[in-house]
């Protein structure tokens, strides 16, 4: 069983859109609302739920050094969708 240690030292190798594919393995409609996911150098994924019991998709948002707040959302120009 895969825990969050796993991904401990892991480094992000992308940022991207989810795929119809990603999507429909969750049983999500994205047609409006498309998560951003995290691609990881082991191959792993992550990206956001918009509750534990994964009800449907979120968004991530972050705080850099700075204090400043964003949210990552790539463009649909990404050469993975």
Avoid: C
């Avoid at 994205?30 to 990881?40: A, G, Q, S």
């Avoid at 705080?63 to 463009?75: D, I, M, R, V």
């Amino acid at each position: 069983m895969t825990t969050s240690q796993d991904f401990i030292g892991a480094r992000i190798v992308n940022v991207r859109l989810m795929t119809k594919a990603e999507a429909d393995a969750e049983g999500w409609d994205i047609e409006h609302e498309i998560p951003p996911v995290i691609v990881l150098n082991t191959g792993a994924i992550i990206y956001p739920s918009s509750d534990p019991e994964g009800n449907g998709p979120g968004m991530l948002f972050a705080n850099n050094k700075a204090g400043e707040q964003f949210y990552l959302y790539p463009t649909k120009t990404n050469k993975e969708q």
